[in-house]
């Protein structure tokens, strides 16, 4: 089911490189605001400044109505967490979720990282782990002849892990919108996924939780919370896929220093 893929133009994907650059360079400082002490909106903040410094907009603000530039999720909090007055603790893990729009094309990336000191090794395997699984999924693109090995790739890092990719949330295209098809699952599914394209652009992102799959959502309409209060973690890159290969268009090396030893070099759009 490929219908409704946009499929970009080697520039236009230079120009959501740019984008995707802002996007890193505002989680980074997203990511050094999230220490023990801080608020959630403190974080957002930084992620905020970078956006607007370097003349971009962002693609969550105002997003169905979302109140910030990014999305703070600590701890059982799996994704869209809003940012707020909660104070960070020393060991909570918090996963930040951002993206910027550079000539009406977006880039949208995710970090999880641990404040301060962490509280123990498994929340250091959750975070690692996720973060392998984003990485071997991003190598598994590289060659792929379907999306399916990409599912499949992250679901057997998990696995071996002994996570869970949370059940319903998935990847997605990005390009002129932020969300777009196709979707890009972070497990095996029934049925065989989209062929994938030289013009397709993707933004993968494993979701894994350390005891269940399964979630709800807080009152807040937003907040994705895992069913049983455990923790979990959240990695995201958006990948650009051309005639010559692939190119992680929110990392700045585009992605060469992390697929080296997956034996994948990653080529400029
Ligand atoms: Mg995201
Ligand atoms: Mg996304």
Same mark, same amino acid.
């Given at each position: 089911m490929a219908r409704g893929i946009e499929f970009k133009t080697r520039e236009q994907m230079r120009v959501m490189a740019r984008s995707g650059v802002i996007t890193s360079k505002a989680l980074a400082a997203a990511t050094a605001a999230a220490v023990p002490g801080a608020t959630t909106a403190q974080v957002d903040a930084a992620a905020r400044a970078v956006i607007e410094a370097e003349g971009a907009t962002s693609n =969550?603000? !105002?997003?169905? !109505? =979302?109140? &910030?530039v990014s999305c703070v999720s600590v701890n059982e909090e799996v994704v869209h967490g809003i940012p707020g007055d909660r104070v960070i603790q020393e060991g909570d893990v918090v996963s930040i979720d951002c993206g910027a729009i550079v000539d009406g094309w977006h880039s949208d990336s995710a970090v999880t990282v641990i404040a !301060?000191? &962490?509280?123990g090794g498994q929340d250091i395997h959750l975070v690692e782990r996720t973060r392998a699984s984003l990485w071997a999924g991003i190598a598994a693109l590289a060659t792929a002849q379907r999306l399916d090995e990409v599912s499949a790739a992250i679901e057997d890092v998990a696995d071996e892990a002994g996570l869970f990719p949370l059940l319903g949330y998935v990847g997605h295209g990005i390009g002129t919108a932020m969300h777009q098809a196709p979707d890009v699952m972070n497990y095996r599914t029934r049925g065989r996924q989209p062929k994938v394209k030289a013009g397709m652009c993707l933004a993968i992102e494993p979701m894994l939780v350390t005891g269940t799959s399964e979630s709800d959502v807080l009152a807040d309409d937003w907040t994705v919370v895992s069913a049983d209060g455990s923790r979990a973690a959240h990695w995201e890159h958006s990948i650009a896929v051309h005639e010559d290969g692939i190119w992680v268009l929110t990392a700045p090396d585009g992605g060469a220093a992390e697929l080296a030893a997956f034996g994948v070099t990653p080529v400029a759009p």
């Open positions: =969550f603000l !105002g997003y169905h !109505g =979302f109140p &910030a !301060g000191e &962490a509280r």
